[in-house]
């Protein structure tokens, strides 16, 4: 088979569609390398670069100008004689030949839809018209959990038959034992504190990064943070100076992902309380790095965190604080809930996932 991959977020996006497109190319040529993969996109950059050199996998350069990707890049795909066309971020090109070819469709989340007070009112509009557009076009859907499944459905109507759930793992760096060294030398690259609590993702008002940092006024606990700041790091920034927390919370930049990988290792604890996702990945690299998880009880991430994580309401951070303080003064329980929620997460490894694609796109044959 001939599969030809939209590689915009691929090429161009440092986290979340970015790591899910990488992950995706890189365990079906691991997998499955009788097979052609095609990454097609107007230039390549230095991610996944490892992956474009495998004999399985080649750029291709699509046609120039403008909205090309929406008008051209489909009909590029025809001309290699591709079997499969996926797009991994919930659109496809608008324009195909009449040559046959497959056409599936990766759709991550809705969450412009249940929240539309985090978009402008045209970026709304805009991914409305993308994903309902993308999922008419395709034969098949991809949804990365149940809960994008039920929205898909409720939202975009699309009947259940054309929907296919298929999980999504997390990169490579997660799975692997580092060294004391390598250990070491982020400890003291960072200056982290002997033991502290953890979070990572977008500093963004749905991520509720503020209701921890509450959960942890006036008690000993350090927090470390790792992601990209928005307009919401300011509220709370305002609300860690106003209560004298700067030397409780260390705010990380410039992590690769190895680091990061030791960092998740390093955590006494992993706190998630976000109010939606379509699937959660800082849960399951959490669960992998034998780190126990507290993350909220909506949407997916009961999905992703299995039943021996920790489960809060995220609206309440007097729940939040008082399950962070009973797992901070368990050490065993924190041992018994990692070790349980290891052997729940081996469901999201790549040969599985890898499987499940494939059967997909076979089926489609």
């Given at each position: 088979?001939?599969?030809?991959?939209?590689?915009?977020r691929f090429?161009?996006n440092t986290?979340g569609?970015?790591?899910y497109?990488r992950?995706?190319v890189?365990?079906?040529?691991?997998?499955y390398p009788e097979?052609?993969y095609?990454?097609?996109n107007?230039?390549?950059?230095e991610?996944g670069?490892?992956?474009l050199e495998?004999?399985?996998?080649r750029f291709v350069e699509?046609?120039?100008?403008?909205f090309s990707?929406?008008f051209k890049?489909?009909k590029d795909?025809q001309?290699q004689?591709?079997?499969?066309?996926?797009?991994?971020s919930?659109?496809?090109?608008?324009?195909?030949d009449?040559?046959p070819?497959?056409?599936?469709v990766t759709?991550?989340?809705?969450?412009?839809?249940r929240?539309p007070q985090?978009?402008?009112f045209?970026d709304?509009?805009?991914h409305l018209?993308k994903f309902k557009?993308a999922?008419?076009t395709?034969?098949k859907i991809?949804?990365?959990?149940?809960q994008?499944?039920?929205?898909i459905?409720?939202y975009?109507?699309?009947?259940e038959?054309?929907?296919?759930?298929?999980y999504q793992?997390?990169?490579?760096?997660?799975?692997?034992?580092q060294?004391?060294e390598?250990i070491l030398?982020?400890?003291?690259?960072?200056?982290?504190?002997?033991?502290?609590i953890l979070?990572?993702?977008t500093?963004?008002?749905?991520?509720?990064?503020?209701?921890?940092?509450?959960?942890i006024?006036?008690k000993?606990?350090?927090?470390?943070?790792?992601?990209r700041?928005?307009q919401y790091?300011?509220?709370?920034?305002?609300f860690?100076?106003?209560?004298k927390m700067e030397?409780?919370v260390y705010?990380?930049e410039g992590?690769?992902?190895?680091?990061?990988?030791i960092?998740?290792?390093?955590?006494?604890?992993?706190?998630?309380?976000?109010?939606?996702e379509?699937?959660?990945?800082?849960?399951?690299?959490?669960?992998f790095s034998?780190?126990?998880?507290i993350?909220?009880n909506t949407s997916c991430?009961p999905?992703?965190?299995?039943k021996?994580s920790?489960?809060?309401d995220?609206g309440?951070?007097?729940?939040?604080k008082?399950?962070?303080?009973f797992?901070w003064?368990?050490e065993?329980e924190?041992?018994r809930?990692a070790?349980?929620s290891f052997?729940f997460?081996?469901?999201?490894?790549d040969?599985?996932i890898?499987?499940?694609?494939m059967d997909?796109y076979?089926?489609?044959?």
């Amino acid at each position: 088979m001939k599969i030809a991959f939209d590689a915009k977020r691929f090429f161009h996006n440092t986290s979340g569609l970015g790591n899910y497109s990488r992950d995706l190319v890189r365990i079906l040529s691991q997998y499955y390398p009788e097979n052609e993969y095609l990454l097609l996109n107007k230039n390549t950059s230095e991610r996944g670069k490892d992956i474009l050199e495998r004999p399985d996998v080649r750029f291709v350069e699509t046609s120039k100008g403008k909205f090309s990707r929406q008008f051209k890049m489909g009909k590029d795909a025809q001309k290699q004689d591709a079997d499969i066309f996926h797009g991994l971020s919930g659109e496809l090109p608008l324009k195909w030949d009449k040559k046959p070819i497959r056409k599936v469709v990766t759709i991550h989340d809705l969450i412009f839809m249940r929240y539309p007070q985090y978009y402008s009112f045209f970026d709304r509009k805009i991914h409305l018209w993308k994903f309902k557009k993308a999922a008419e076009t395709a034969d098949k859907i991809i949804a990365i959990s149940e809960q994008t499944k039920r929205d898909i459905i409720h939202y975009l109507k699309v009947p259940e038959t054309k929907i296919e759930v298929i999980y999504q793992g997390c990169h490579k760096a997660f799975k692997e034992q580092q060294t004391d060294e390598q250990i070491l030398a982020v400890k003291e690259k960072f200056g982290l504190p002997q033991h502290f609590i953890l979070n990572v993702g977008t500093i963004e008002d749905r991520k509720n990064l503020l209701s921890i940092v509450k959960a942890i006024q006036g008690k000993e606990i350090p927090l470390v943070v790792v992601g990209r700041k928005t307009q919401y790091y300011k509220k709370v920034a305002d609300f860690i100076r106003k209560n004298k927390m700067e030397k409780q919370v260390y705010f990380l930049e410039g992590v690769s992902m190895d680091e990061l990988a030791i960092i998740y290792k390093l955590a006494d604890i992993f706190v998630y309380p976000s109010f939606f996702e379509g699937f959660g990945i800082p849960v399951i690299e959490a669960l992998f790095s034998k780190t126990v998880t507290i993350t909220s009880n909506t949407s997916c991430l009961p999905e992703a965190g299995g039943k021996d994580s920790v489960y809060v309401d995220p609206g309440n951070y007097l729940d939040l604080k008082a399950k962070i303080q009973f797992l901070w003064d368990n050490e065993s329980e924190r041992k018994r809930r990692a070790e349980k929620s290891f052997e729940f997460v081996q469901k999201f490894n790549d040969e599985p996932i890898a499987a499940q694609l494939m059967d997909l796109y076979k089926k489609l044959m």
